[in-house]
């Protein structure tokens, strides 16, 4: 699975061990907004935008023109590992709605308009980062994708969704809601970090359920174990 060849070659790195013939990681794009305080709406995956079906990412901006940024291909395939940003600040009001497309002919309207389908990852990971603001990521658009996608919620009160059968939701700072979808997944982490978060699996099965720092919640129906740090319980998170 590549997420188990993802945390080898973090400790790889880490200890700049490499053995000749394991590869290094591959390159990094990293996609930002074009200002700190917009509320976009970002949508990541493929389209025909210029005449051809490529990888995009799309900036649905509020009051302002929409900005396409391709991501790097190899053939028709993701050619780099991919970083989505939202806006940084919190206090301007960047609070974004991020996703990736993993739902065949999903029709988008607005200035991101178009039919989008999924990714071709080709090994590569697309993770989205809210950074500040309360942020709403979802790592796809149907249940049961197998992409290997961080959310990272990082400041703000953030709402987390993992469609993918190996979720992986870090909440970061605030008081954030992580809610894996997939309902037959033992491969899921979640990590609520810092703040009074809550935390939901709805296969009752992960590799990781850490509620985190402070006065945390559990949806009643998480009764597996292990579980960290999860004083309390909540009947659905608020996702009810």
Not at 40 to 48: A, E, K, P
Not at 101 to 121: E, H
Not at 198 to 217: P, Y
Request: some cysteine; glycine content about 14%.
């Amino acid at each position: 699975m590549w997420k188990l060849t993802r945390f080898a070659l973090e400790i790889l790195l880490a200890s700049s061990v490499l053995a000749v013939g394991v590869p290094r990681a591959a390159a990094l794009q990293t996609v930002s907004p074009l200002s700190s305080g917009e509320a976009d709406t970002v949508f990541v995956g493929r389209v025909n935008h210029d005449g051809t079906v490529k990888h995009w990412v799309c900036y649905d901006r509020p009051g302002a023109a929409s900005r396409w940024v391709p991501l790097t291909q190899s053939g028709n395939y993701l050619g780099d590992d991919v970083v989505v940003n939202g806006g940084t600040s919190a206090t301007d009001g960047g609070n974004d709605t991020m996703l990736i497309v993993t739902s065949a002919s999903y029709s988008v309207s607005g200035d991101c308009a178009g039919t989008w389908s999924p990714p071709l990852w080709n090994g590569h990971f697309i993770d989205l980062h809210g950074n500040g603001g309360n942020d709403t990521l979802y790592d796809g658009t149907t249940s049961g994708g197998t992409n290997d996608s961080q959310l990272k919620g990082e400041g703000g009160a953030d709402v987390l969704f993992g469609y993918s059968s190996v979720a992986w939701l870090l909440g970061g700072d605030g008081a954030d809601h992580l809610r894996a979808l997939h309902s037959s997944s033992s491969g899921d982490i979640l990590k609520g970090e810092n703040h009074g978060d809550c935390l939901q699996d709805d296969s009752n099965s992960w590799t990781t359920f850490d509620c985190g720092d402070a006065t945390d919640a559990r949806w009643t129906g998480d009764t597996n174990t292990p579980r960290i740090d999860c004083e309390t319980t909540a009947g659905c998170c608020g996702f009810c």
